[in-house]
């Protein structure tokens, strides 16, 4: 029987005194990396916990090129887990090199910082259980019945978990997995499960990358947010910013006030407002991306439909059915004249009824927008499903305002932007909104 006891030699030659310090690191990473399961799990947190202490000396270069060393060797599912709390180059060496099966990922991944879970929903080989441990922590992100203080150092410093009871619980699988067949066990054995906040949230505070991404956020579970885009505007039922708001971010704007949709857990779906400003490298200017605060709309930023009482909705269309029977009576009247359906009239008494014509039809269609907004007050109101090709509303715009623009002699230039999604609404509607 072959012992091997690399593991043990190179703790016994693990010190403090900062002679060659990077090359011990090394040395035990690379040990504890290649060979997991022989090694005595006292020994592994043993050496976990050094490895730990080193992190702090050991210069970020340093560990980022002998993690990238260790591409597809690293093997040991407690290693990656201490390592994906390291700085993000070295988080994501780890999370993309390392070789892990899918219980192992699905066992470490609810205990992952928010970035390195972000890395590893990048791997092309994610299998079910894992896929399943990363669509639980979306939802509810480290919300555990912890003080907020506490909650946030598990979130912020996932290494300072127990490495003992993460090695325990790695070899208590092992050796479950050697027991029975992998299809046996079922996908929920190594997932936890996760406690939604019970508190409402009204302001969470965030940070998002050069590309738009929201990478950190504190005062919500961070599953639930990190990973949503402010680059594209929200559609259909997913999360993101109204048109503003994405607009400013292609130009580096400032985002004031800009309206954000979140989904998913109860405590964070719903509208929000962005208030975010860009921040840039100091050396290079080079854009960073932006970092601002999600808050809860207040009551003036909504528009709220009250309930219950309907008496002065029904009064105003009653109002609107008894002015429209003598409007439509004028209207008839200005189209006989106009038109000399009873004999010749002058050409004076023709404009004079042109001008007649136009005005109540006009006072016309301003009672139809009355009436709407009765029905909209009452909730009565129903609507056609049906969307309104931007183009074409554009176009109906000019040519509904192209006699005023020929009298005042002002002239229009209309520019689309493309691509421009439909509006969700009926033709009908949305040229009587616009």
């Given at each position: 029987m072959r012992f091997?006891?690399?593991?043990?030699?190179?703790?016994?030659?693990?010190d403090d005194d900062g002679i060659g310090l990077p090359t011990k690191w090394q040395q035990l990473v690379d040990i504890l990396a290649q060979n997991p399961w022989d090694f005595d799990p006292a020994a592994v947190a043993s050496g976990l916990h050094k490895a730990r202490q080193f992190m702090d000396i050991v210069p970020a270069t340093v560990r980022e090129q002998c993690v990238r060393a260790l591409s597809g060797r690293l093997r040991s599912a407690p290693l990656?887990?201490?390592?994906?709390?390291?700085?993000?180059?070295?988080?994501?060496?780890?999370?993309?090199?390392?070789?892990l099966s899918d219980t192992e990922w699905a066992d470490i991944v609810p205990h992952m910082s928010t970035r390195a879970r972000g890395f590893s929903r990048n791997r092309g080989d994610i299998g079910p259980m894992t896929l399943h441990a990363l669509r639980s922590s979306s939802s509810a992100d480290f919300a555990l019945a912890l003080g907020t203080a506490e909650a946030q150092t598990v979130v912020r410093a996932p290494h300072v978990l127990q490495m003992r009871d993460i090695v325990d619980r790695i070899e208590k699988l092992r050796v479950e997995r050697e027991r029975h067949d992998p299809a046996e066990i079922p996908a929920e054995a190594s997932i936890e499960r996760v406690v939604s906040f019970a508190e409402p949230i009204d302001e969470i505070r965030f940070e998002t990358d050069e590309y738009g991404t929201i990478s950190w956020i504190e005062g919500a579970p961070a599953g639930a947010v990190v990973g949503v885009?402010?680059?594209?505007?929200?559609?259909?039922?997913?999360?993101?910013?109204?048109?503003?708001?994405?607009?400013?971010?292609?130009?580096?704007m400032p985002l004031e006030n800009a309206r954000m949709r979140l989904c998913g857990a109860p405590a964070i779906a719903g509208d929000w407002r962005i208030n975010a400003a860009p921040f840039f490298e100091p050396a290079s200017g080079r854009f960073k991306g932006y970092r601002g605060i999600l808050r809860r709309p207040n009551l003036a930023e909504v528009a709220h439909i009250p309930e219950g009482d309907t008496h002065y909705a029904e009064?105003?269309?009653?109002?609107?059915?008894?002015?429209?029977?003598?409007?439509?009576?004028?209207?008839?009247?200005?189209?006989?004249?106009?038109?000399?359906?009873?004999?010749?009239?002058?050409?004076?008494?023709?404009?004079?009824?042109?001008?007649?014509?136009?005005?109540?039809?006009?006072?016309?269609?301003?009672?139809?927008?009355?009436s709407t907004a009765a029905k909209i007050e009452t909730g009565t109101y129903v609507t056609e499903v049906g969307s309104t090709d931007c183009a074409w509303l554009s176009l109906r715009l000019a040519d509904r305002l192209r006699e005023l623009s020929d009298a005042l002699h002002v002239t229009l230039n209309l520019v689309h932007a493309h691509p421009v999604r439909p509006f969700a609404l009926e033709s009908d509607v949305a040229e009587r909104l616009f």
């Open positions: 091997d006891d690399r593991l043990e030699a190179t703790l016994r030659q693990a990656v887990l201490l390592l994906s709390g390291d700085v993000p180059a070295v988080a994501a060496a780890a999370v993309s090199g390392a070789r885009n402010i680059t594209e505007p929200a559609f259909d039922a997913g999360p993101g910013p109204d048109a503003s708001g994405a607009a400013a971010f292609r130009q580096k009064n105003i269309q009653q109002l609107i059915h008894e002015l429209r029977t003598p409007l439509s009576a004028i209207i008839g009247f200005s189209e006989i004249i106009e038109q000399q359906l009873f004999g010749p009239v002058t050409e004076e008494y023709r404009t004079i009824a042109g001008n007649i014509l136009h005005d109540a039809q006009r006072l016309l269609s301003g009672f139809d927008d009355l």
